[in-house]
């Protein structure tokens, strides 16, 4: 788990460790939330409550039942679109104490869209059993009222969720008998209980439901009921949490009818307590719940009487297998001996010794299986690498052998080492990772990556930011999906504000253009966090994002991932060029030009032809960076930056892309947004993978400025790359085209190229004949990005940077764009396939 202060990262609802001190209530109770009590909210990584929500709770649990509020959502995927909203329903259930909700949205029976209200029927002062009721009228339900009842009492390690339906309308109505809860990646079935897990096994916290016959319900017979006019059906379900979803269908399971008890210890060869690992039980057919052991190694889970085969494991551990029966009303207790674990321990610094953060990948070689540490949203483990906000620590790994590389982003150096481990051996790796690309001036930034809060994605807000330190990532504003949000203190609780700087903002999303903006100021008290509501016309979102919580003339607000053709070409699709949304382009500081995949800046068309979704056929697929290229010539005047957009640690990752944005300090923890705002409006920024490029011309005009020369223009260009990357062609884009004579390559003249962390550093005269535009790409045209990403997707990437646009002015007259559209029209919207096959000259 993360180093931080315990009490601290509860107010993140980011990490969250094993089940803390259980506070005792003299009975179970519900209130609503308001500002003088908001802090009485229940946390976790998934928490979502606000004032106007509900809280339920007793002396083992709480839980958060969302208010009848306007537009209230978990997060921006509970649910999409019109009618998504989903007040009255379960967003939150932890153990009490515990502040580790790992659940987004519970919701009986499907329930979403507007409700009549949602109250508080028994508060517990009465009798001890506190009641909560969400009601939607016949009239907003399509002809069938729903009455949801949260009902919870004393002792009670879940909540009794009952539901009432009736047909009040003048025809028969189907009903659909299933409940909805995510975002539950690992699901099953236990004793035909079903069970969800956290997305990271680490974080245990696991949640099970049944249906149950209690409070006027029966359980269903099916799926689905018709409903005649005037009839009405009663279903109730038991949902309960605990430390693991093999414990959380014991108790399920022991509310439905009697259970006896299993207890396992599991030691390690010395007898000391394992806490990490999990007990697999095997409920037959096929039909496996993990358990987990708490911090003194214990296992208890309740089991209906039966015979379970378990499978005991912990990674680097030698795995056991038990079988058991359990009798109803019995215990059975059983201590298991797990051995000494293989593991890789580590001790990273720079080369003044400090420790830093970084990244390792465990390559399995000479027949070695592939490890598999964790899931792909975290960065304690995500598949076969491990990322770290310090130096030091400690990765378990199977026996076997491996190539292993550390990293700390493409401005230092590499280790790569190979370490054969044998069962119950612990290797140890010391690496300096040593600063060669000297970046002096410049910071390296990206505008766009997110963690669990936006919704759309599960990665921990802490993972998120272990993982931008790790690689090398300097300034990341937050830009969580239609939430206000600010990674700043998580920040410094995990002792990276020396390494990473943010500001609050959001990423604005809907179904059409993207914004990315900040500062912003976060209020968590209110839904999405204070954020505005997004709008289709997206020069509306512009003007509101500019303006939102008062003007601020430094405020920075850029496009996302953009589609071009919409957007300044085509807008209302009909294939007719019209100059898309009219003065959009001046409402913007930028544009994603490079959003996570790999570069096409050098590509020779505004589209391409690639496999169809499905793989059947062809689609046309535009090419963003030559649509921007063509729309520079026609005026557009939006600063390109690049972003990874980053929704995992593993494989959607950060460092893939990064943007190089001019700063007057080096030192993370003193970058100035505003500043940083300035310069990246003034285009005073390089797109990189990894290279480090500089170009200024003779007059000292860097990315972003205006020179003025009579014909000739000295241009020096300067190419930095670390000891695991490597370029071998820069090429100099005129107003958009690739001169033949400004294409320089290793191949060509290997005499302008070397062989150090200098890679290029030479000094170029165009001769132009009109105002131009000039970019200067640098690339590796036969390299990738393998060494420094392993197995992660971004490893296919070449090596590439360039830089924002140097306009000279020629004629004396002042910039001017020269109108060229690169030898093809603008591309408009409904190309087929013949009509760019015809146009890309292809058979």
């Known amino acids: 788990m993360y180093d931080i202060p315990a009490m601290k990262i509860l107010s993140f609802a980011a990490i969250c460790g094993a089940v803390a001190f259980v506070q005792t209530l003299p009975a179970a109770e519900t209130f609503e939330i308001g500002e003088h009590n908001f802090e009485e909210l229940p946390r976790g990584k998934e928490a979502d409550g606000i004032v106007g929500d509900f809280v339920i709770r007793n002396d083992r649990i709480e839980a958060v039942i969302s208010g009848n509020l306007p537009e209230r959502r978990a997060n921006m995927s509970t649910f999409y679109g019109d009618g998504g909203e989903t007040p009255g ?9 515990a502040n580790n909700d790992q659940i987004t949205i519970f919701t009986p029976l499907g329930q979403r869209g507007p409700v009549n209200y949602v109250r508080v029927v028994k508060d517990g002062s009465e009798d001890g059993e506190a009641i909560l009721e969400t009601f939607v009228s016949a009239a907003k339900a399509g002809g069938v009222s729903r009455r949801h009842t949260y009902r919870l009492k004393d002792g009670w390690r879940g909540l009794l969720i009952t539901s009432t339906l009736r047909n009040e309308g003048a025809k028969p109505g189907a009903i ?14 236990a004793a035909n209980i079903d069970w969800a897990d956290a997305i990271d096994p680490a974080d245990k916290c696991g949640y099970a439901a049944d249906w149950v016959d209690e409070d006027g319900a029966k359980r269903p017979a099916g799926t689905e009921v018709t409903l005649k006019p005037g009839e009405e059906i009663v279903v109730a379900r038991f949902i309960a949490v605990a430390a693991s979803p093999a414990e959380a269908a014991g108790i399920v399971a022991a509310r439905q009818g009697e259970t006896g008890t299993l207890k396992i210890a599991l030691k390690d060869d010395a007898g000391k307590p394992v806490s990490t690992g999990q007990v697999k039980i095997d409920f037959g057919g096929g039909k496996i719940a993990p358990a987990y052991p708490d911090d003194a190694g214990l296992v208890t889970v309740s089991l209906p009487a039966g015979k379970y085969p378990l499978a005991i494991e912990d990674i680097g551990r030698s795995a056991a297998a038990e079988t058991v029966e359990i009798a109803a009303g019995a215990e059975v207790s059983k201590s298991v001996a797990l051995g000494p674990q293989s593991a890789v321990s580590f001790s990273v610094t720079d080369t003044e010794g400090v420790s830093t953060p970084c990244k390792a990948q465990f390559n399995a070689i000479d027949g070695t299986e592939p490890p598999v540490l964790g899931p792909t949203d975290r960065a304690h483990g995500a598949m076969d690498q491990y990322f770290s906000e310090k130096g030091a620590f400690r990765v378990p790994l199977p026996p076997g052998k491996y190539r292993v590389v550390v990293t700390h982003g493409p401005e230092f150096s590499h280790h790569d080492e190979i370490v054969t481990l044998a069962p119950g051996q612990e290797a140890k790796i ?21 963690s669990t809060p936006s919704g759309d994605n599960t990665c921990g807000t802490a993972d998120r930011l272990v993982d931008l330190a790790a690689e090398q990532i300097e300034f990341a504003p937050t830009t969580e999906h239609n939430r206000l949000f600010d990674w700043e203190p998580l920040i410094s609780d995990l002792g990276l504000a020396p ?18 903006c900040f500062p912003l100021k976060p209020d968590p008290r209110k839904q999405d966090g204070g954020a505005p509501v997004w709008k289709k016309d997206p020069r509306l979102n512009a003007i509101t994002l500019r303006d939102w919580q008062n003007a601020e003339p430094d405020r920075w607000i850029h496009v996302n991932h953009p589609d071009m053709i919409e957007n300044f070409v085509d807008r209302n699709g009909d294939g007719r060029a019209d100059g898309g949304y009219a003065y959009f382009g001046g409402l913007l500081d930028g544009l ?40 520079l010539n026609q005026g557009l005047d939006v600063r390109a930056i690049a972003v990874t957009d980053s929704h995992q640690v593993f494989g959607n990752g950060v460092g893939g892309w990064r943007t190089y944005v001019k700063s007057g300090t080096d030192d993370p923890a003193r970058i100035d947004w505003r500043e940083l705002s300035r310069n990246s409006k003034a285009g005073r920024m390089i797109l990189s993978t990894g290279p480090f490029l500089e170009v200024e011309t003779g007059a000292g005009v860097e990315a972003g400025g205006l020179d003025r020369v009579s014909g000739e223009l000295k241009l020096k260009v300067r190419v930095q790359c670390t000891d695991w990357l490597d370029i ?27 062989d150090g962390v200098v890679k290029f550093d030479q000094t170029l005269t165009l001769n132009l004949s009109q105002d131009a535009h000039v970019i200067v790409v640098a690339i590796g045209e036969n390299f990738s990005l393998a060494k420094g990403f392993g197995g992660s997707a971004q490893a296919s990437i070449r090596p590439i940077a360039y830089n924002n646009p140097i306009y000279v002015d020629v004629d004396g007259g002042g910039f001017r764009p020269n109108g060229d559209t690169l030898g093809f029209d603008l591309p408009v919207a409904g190309l ?10 292809e058979e």
Not at 612 to 618: C, F, P, S
């Open 89 to 97: 329903c379960l967003y939150d259930l932890t153990v009490k104490g």
């Open 176 to 189: 659909k008998l299933a409940d909805g809860w995510t975002q539950m990646r690992s699901k099953g079935t």
């Open 430 to 450: 010391a690496a300096k990772l040593e600063r060669l690309v000297d970046t002096a001036g410049w910071v390296s930034t990206d505008y766009h990556n997110h």
């Open 499 to 516: 390494f990473l700087k943010t500001v609050a903002g959001m990423e604005l999303t809907g179904r059409g253009a993207h914004f990315n």
């Open 592 to 631: 994603e030009t490079q959003n996570y995949s790999a570069s096409e800046i050098l590509a020779g068309a505004p589209y391409k032809l690639v496999q169809a979704r499905g793989g059947l056929g062809r689609q046309v697929m535009p090419i963003r960076e030559f649509i921007w290229l063509q729309l």
């Open 728 to 754: 071998d062609r820069v090429q100099v884009l005129v107003n958009g085209r690739q001169p033949a004579e400004y294409n320089y390559t290793r191949r060509k003249n290997p005499d302008l190229f070397a």
């Open 832 to 841: 087929s396939v013949d009509e760019v096959k015809a146009r890309l000259g």
